[in-house]
């Protein structure tokens, strides 16, 4: 889903905060294992094959909507709401225009996220998922001149072994999960990579354009998912025209495939509102447990066999996500 990860609430005291930490954890936890155990659970059905790159547009749709009416209530009127956009869209049309370039990359990150769970189990594709951490590390270097400490370079190096050893450790070994889809996790490999160069590179440009700009959650995810639309669309003609003309736009949906569609559209947006509330470790502790439950169900759900090789890469992947995740160390200045 879209990293929108700046939330503008007010605080609260020490008590209710705590409260507001543990239920950023959970709602984090539960938004990163559910949606690609979900999506997973959708593209393994038998029976008639929804199109991804329409439940892609849909959640778009969802989320821009939802954010329209967020704003309606703040502004208390239609023409409130007008105004706002108007300001923010038109008048303000050079920012609008640069979003285009992260809402892009969001497009493309989103299909091939359904490439890459379409093709690899779901405790697979989680474990390497997190090579996005070591991605958006290295554009933040490069393009926000970010400095990482010696902790953080170790842990990106253990990060790179341990999904290398999870991905080699699915060599020849077959789920028992009985599955009309046909798999090929080489795809699906090169589907995650480039997914998280795509979600890498946005997030960093995302950052980079939000220095020194007012404009709010709710306005800027209208922005996004208004190019998410559109650019999705194109997505939807140039990849499944054909199928679509065919059979439908909705060809394929049932209550789970909406399930998705909204896990996507509203989860991602429950998460902007919650993630202000957690800290690094504690998105960092939710990534952990969410790699934890999905490995847990794949086995439940698809017979998915945990070896011993994956299981030592998943632990060096979890061990790597936590170690970058600690604050930095102060530096104290020692008086002369």
């Not at 990860?5 to 709602?27: C, F, H, P, R």
């Not at 105004?83 to 609008?96: L, P, S």
Request: a positive charge; proline letters at 2%.
């Amino acid at each position: 889903g879209i990293n929108a990860e700046y939330g503008t609430m007010a605080g609260s005291d020490k008590g209710q905060g705590i409260n507001l930490k543990y239920l950023s954890l959970v709602v984090l936890t539960f938004q990163n294992a559910t949606l690609i155990l979900s999506i997973r659970y959708t593209r393994t059905l038998p029976g008639d094959m929804y199109l991804a790159t329409t439940a892609v547009v849909l959640a778009e749709l969802l989320k821009m909507l939802a954010c329209f009416a967020v704003i309606f209530r703040e502004k208390g009127s239609l023409s409130g709401l007008i105004e706002h956009v108007h300001y923010y869209t038109v008048i303000q049309w050079k920012d609008a225009v640069k979003i285009s370039v992260p809402a892009i990359l969001y497009v493309i990150q989103n299909n091939l996220q359904y490439v890459a769970i379409s093709n690899l189990e779901a405790a697979v594709f989680q474990v390497t998922y997190q090579l996005k951490i070591m991605t958006t590390a290295i554009f933040s270097v490069f393009l926000l001149r970010k400095e990482l400490i010696k902790t953080q370079w170790i842990a990106l190096c253990l990060l790179f072994v341990g999904v290398s050893m999870v991905q080699l450790s699915q060599n020849g070994t077959k789920s028992s999960a009985i599955s009309d889809v046909e798999q090929n996790p080489l795809v699906g490999l090169i589907a995650v990579l480039a997914s998280c160069c795509s979600s890498g590179f946005a997030g960093v440009y995302f950052e980079k354009l939000l220095k020194g700009s007012d404009i709010s959650l709710w306005m800027r995810n209208i922005h996004l998912a208004g190019y998410g639309v559109i650019f999705g669309l194109f997505g939807v003609y140039w990849n499944d025209g054909t199928a679509v003309a065919e059979k439908g736009f909705l060809f394929g949906y049932n209550g789970w495939v909406w399930w998705v569609v909204l896990m996507q559209a509203f989860g991602g947006l429950l998460v902007a509102v919650v993630v202000k509330y957690a800290d690094n470790i504690l998105k960092g502790f939710a990534t952990s447990l969410a790699i934890i439950v999905s490995c847990v169900f794949s086995v439940f759900i698809w017979g998915f066999v945990i070896t011993l090789q994956f299981s030592a890469g998943t632990a060096l992947v979890l061990g790597a996500v936590y170690m970058y995740s600690l604050p930095k160390p102060q530096t104290k200045i020692l008086p002369s």
